[in-house]
């Protein structure tokens, strides 16, 4: 049966889209996970993956045609397959939405059995219409990549009052934790996923309405396919980058304080005064992260004595630390920990890539004693901290640039050579791995991306990272070093075509002007995809590298 591919909202603003480039023609064979397109959005031109397999037969929008979210993209079914009832929308078969309205998610007149796309069908069926002022809430697309969410926590339950702004729950994505933000008031009437449950999008996640308004059968002919007359809107809203009234530029006046619904609410459960407390978002705007911050300040200031200890950073959580599982001695234990929608992502992607992409790799070791000289000299300069992992990115961005062939994309049909210089930096994180991204690398001072690794960083330990800052890569850097582990190879970050892994700074002996002296040396090795990278081409990346490292100063020219 043929599925009807709909133009994606691929950013909470986004309401229509240009399609850029088209990678498939009618015609050619679909997978799913192939690259349909790239859609260019209001923010920026991404990928457009299928999740559908089959025949490409129709194209409804050409390339650099712009469309409203929602418009007729593309049919993908059976070679052969006569559509022309669905392009005249009088057909029953039901279309697969790619992405839906995670802004304004509409609850269609009927359902397919799918849960994860909601389709839209002309076939009558009984409707449900919703009561006056109740509005469906279903579980956002936080990602481009999501298909599933889990809810981390609630910070509402039934019966409770929900203000427009009010902070709902968190959602654990497959990149990130992130605050979802109700655009509708009313009284929470119904929760359809529970905390640490899994849904696909579009699923039911809640009910709100007027108090005491009689929900029986909503939730249930939502999920069943029954029509429901009345739109929702519902956008998941990033603490950082919330563009609601709260967040315009504070005022001198006391009378009012610019703070996230989410962060007032913990300050209010830990008795803060939100007036003390510095905000660190847009504006001035205080966010959840400076009140638990507050807090630990609050607590090693007054005595000096004090162990230090582990902050709670989780809101409205006092419970203590889960105690260590008692083994006897002689018994098998196994426990079993159910996999995160990060850990399920890691795993499915790096499996595609080690498996596509023929990987190979160089190593090389680079005297670092001239870049330690200058390194110290840059940080006697006030309030400037470098470290080697900063050198190491910006001599990665310098040498991008001398060899694009290594910032390059394959695609079945063609390469991408990009000019310019994303570099990510994979950051290790409680749940696994993430990769913020540096835009314009090349562009950017030493201390500028000391200061964006570390702010970048900061927000993934916090998952508070939004997808547009792990999206767009072109090179990615592995940093092992601080570990002591001197030599290892990564795994390429598709679609980059090269990752370089970085190793320990080593103090050993060294041949040096025909002397055996002592110098410190690292070594670094770069995994290259052979369908892009050859290993000449490689090798020459790794020379014009090593030349920046062990002369610092070469950036400069």
Request: hydrophobic fraction near 40%; glycine fraction near 8%; charge should be negative.
């Amino acid at each position: 049966m043929a599925t009807v591919i709909t133009m994606p909202r691929l950013s909470d603003t986004m309401t229509e889209g240009t399609v850029a480039t088209w990678l498939k023609k009618v015609g050619d064979k679909i997978s799913e996970g192939d690259i349909l397109a790239e859609i260019e959005t209001d923010k920026a031109t991404m990928e457009f993956e299928s999740f559908n397999a089959g025949t490409l037969l129709h194209i409804g929008i050409q390339e650099g045609q712009s469309a409203p979210v929602d418009s007729l993209l593309a049919i993908i079914g059976n070679e052969g397959e006569d559509i022309s009832e669905l392009l005249k929308g009088k057909t029953s078969p039901a279309p697969a939405t790619e992405e839906k309205k995670s802004e304004e998610t509409k609850v269609e007149e009927s359902k397919s059995d799918n849960p994860v796309s909601k389709p839209t069908t002309q076939n009558p069926k009984p409707e449900t219409t919703l009561p006056k002022g109740v509005v469906v809430v279903t579980m956002p697309r936080l990602s481009d990549t999501m298909t599933d969410g889990t809810v981390a926590s609630w910070l509402k339950k039934v019966g409770d009052k929900v203000a427009e702004g009010d902070i709902l729950a968190e959602i654990e994505t497959d990149k990130a934790t992130m605050e979802f933000e109700s655009f509708n008031a009313g009284t929470l009437l119904f929760i359809g996923i529970n905390e640490g449950e899994t849904a696909p999008v579009d699923s039911v996640l809640a009910i709100i309405g007027p108090d005491g308004t009689d929900i029986t059968g909503i939730a249930e002919n939502y999920k069943k396919g029954g029509n429901v007359a009345a739109p929702v809107a519902e956008k998941a809203a990033e603490t950082s980058t919330e563009t609601s009234n709260s967040e315009l530029p504070s005022s001198n006046s006391s009378e009012r304080i610019f703070a996230s619904p989410l962060a007032k609410k913990i300050a209010e459960d830990k008795g803060i005064n939100l007036s003390q407390v510095k905000g660190s978002g847009e504006n001035g705007r205080i966010v959840k992260g400076d009140v638990e911050n507050y807090k630990a300040e609050a607590i090693v200031v007054p005595s000096a004595t004090v162990m230090p200890s582990a902050v709670d950073t989780q809101p409205n959580t006092q419970d203590p630390k889960p105690v260590t599982q008692f083994v006897p001695a002689g018994e098998k234990f196994t426990e079993e920990i159910k996999n995160s929608q990060m850990r399920k992502t890691i795993a499915k992607r790096l499996a595609e890539s080690i498996f596509t992409a023929p990987h190979f790799y160089l190593t090389i070791e680079i005297m670092m004693d001239e870049a330690m000289k200058s390194r110290a000299t840059i940080n006697t300069i006030p309030d400037t901290k470098v470290s080697f992992n900063d050198m190491i990115v910006k001599a990665c961005a310098m040498a991008l640039k001398k060899h694009p062939q290594v910032n390059s994309q394959w695609r079945e049909d063609a390469m991408l050579i990009n000019h310019h210089v994303n570099i990510g930096v994979a950051v290790a994180v409680e749940d696994g791995l993430v990769v913020p991204v540096l835009n314009f690398t090349d562009q950017m001072s030493l201390t500028q991306i000391g200061a964006s690794v570390r702010d970048l960083a900061g927000k993934a330990k916090n998952k508070k990272l939004t997808p547009a800052e792990m999206d767009g890569s072109t090179f990615t850097v592995s940093n092992l070093g601080m570990f002591g582990i001197t030599e290892f190879t990564s795994i390429i970050n598709q679609p980059n075509s090269a990752i370089l892994s970085v190793g320990a700074i080593v103090e050993k002996p060294i041949v040096k002007d025909g002397q055996i002296v002592v110098g410190n040396t690292m070594k670094v090795t770069l995994a290259c995809d052979h369908r892009t990278v050859d290993g000449a081409t490689g090798a020459q990346f790794l020379q014009t590298l090593k030349q920046f490292i062990e002369n610092p100063v070469t950036m400069l020219a």
